[in-house]
């Protein structure tokens, strides 16, 4: 395997490209975290992201997978780079989406609200 660890299965690197993301993302070879706040997931998030915000990710880690790849995403990669490390030291396979939700529209990644209508990125 080229970008997955050959014993795990897993991700080698702890960052992808929006693009390989939303080609896991599809393939269901991802569990895609995106932890913005509630206002920037109203306005518009991915169709297959689970929600988690930032600050309600310690009272809610026992919703992560432990036997899933997780991709970690946030606005631009900041906040999800914080996470994808702290993930990573709790022996999670996490990986950051470079750039966040502004590269992966760029990609073609679909963004969308709660009601399936188009979203934006805030």
Do not use: K
């Amino acid at each position: 395997m080229t970008d997955a660890s050959a014993s795990t299965g897993f991700l080698a690197e702890d960052e992808v490209s929006a693009a390989r993301a939303c080609a896991l993302t599809d393939a269901g070879a991802a569990w895609l975290l995106d932890v913005r706040e509630g206002y920037e997931w109203e306005a518009g998030h991915a169709p297959a992201a689970h929600h988690i915000p930032l600050g309600e990710l310690g009272a809610r880690q026992h919703e992560l997978p432990e036997d899933q790849q997780i991709l970690v995403i946030c606005r631009s990669g900041a906040r999800s780079r914080m996470v994808t490390d702290a993930l990573n030291e709790a022996n999670y396979p996490a990986a950051n989406v470079e750039g966040g939700m502004g590269s992966w529209q760029a990609a073609g990644g679909p963004v969308q609200r709660d009601d399936g209508t188009p979203g934006a990125i805030v």
